[in-house]
């Protein structure tokens, strides 16, 4: 068992949907992190929150729109997707020190996704 | 800047034969390292982790990995391969910066255990 719980595991939805996928982790990590991963691919970074607050956007489409609102928590809140939005959408957390970058991230087992 | 290079997409090997899966890095600086494996279907799991302390590494499940700075390769091996060994194997370099990590991917390997 993951100490990241991502919901739902599975979710199919049209172009015209609104959705969220919710993470959840309590291991008082204060980094969450959300990745997108198509088949036979590295996982994608997609955005990053420290203590809550966004700190990392790796230019993603206004179609997904993160939320993180307690240091449990991270949401991803999906509207007007694509075809090519379908992916394994997973979720990670670390510690976050202020001097250290490297601490492992661990993940969740994901989402995956479905456009219609 | 760093990156990482895994030197092999797909490794078969007999179960109960050595596993080597390999990994070259880039890094400006002392970097940090970790290999991550994922099963079908599910999330990425830590294997193990290099921060700079022992340059021989051990993790989960039997695997190990030597950090070798002359050679900047950090490979991944395992003296007995199980059946239950076969996935997706990433190895992965972090950045130092600020309060979260962001990784750098190899691109994978997929390892194959053959009876």
């Given amino acids: 068992d993951t100490e990241v719980t991502q919901t739902p595991k599975h979710l199919v939805m049209g172009m015209t949907n609104k959705k969220s996928l919710k993470c959840e982790q309590h291991m008082g990590h204060r980094a969450m992190y959300w990745y997108k991963q198509k088949a036979k691919k590295p996982p994608e970074l997609m955005f990053v929150y420290s203590y809550e607050k966004l700190s990392i956007n790796e230019s993603v489409p206004s179609r997904f729109s993160p939320e993180c609102p307690n240091s449990s928590l991270l949401n991803l809140h999906l509207h007007a997707l694509q075809p090519e939005d379908s992916a394994l959408y997973l979720c990670a957390s670390s510690q976050a020190f202020l001097t250290m970058g490297n601490q492992p991230q661990h993940f969740g087992d994901g989402t995956r996704l479905s456009i219609l | ?115």
């Fill in chain 2, 1 to 115: 800047a760093q990156s990482v290079t895994q030197l092999d997409s797909h490794v078969s090997v007999s179960e109960g034969t050595p596993v080597l899966l390999r990994c070259n890095y880039s890094s400006s600086y002392s970097p940090s390292l970790f290999w991550y494996v994922q099963h079908p279907n599910k999330g990425l799991q830590l294997l193990l982790k290099y921060t700079s302390a022992a340059t021989l590494v051990k993790g989960i499940n039997g695997f190990e990995a030597e950090f070798k700075k002359s050679e900047t390769s950090f490979h991944l091996t395992k003296p007995s391969a199980h059946m239950s060994d076969a996935a997706e194997y990433f190895c992965v370099v972090s950045d130092r910066g600020g309060t979260a990590s962001k990784l750098t991917f190899g691109t994978g390997t997929r390892l194959q255990v053959t009876l």
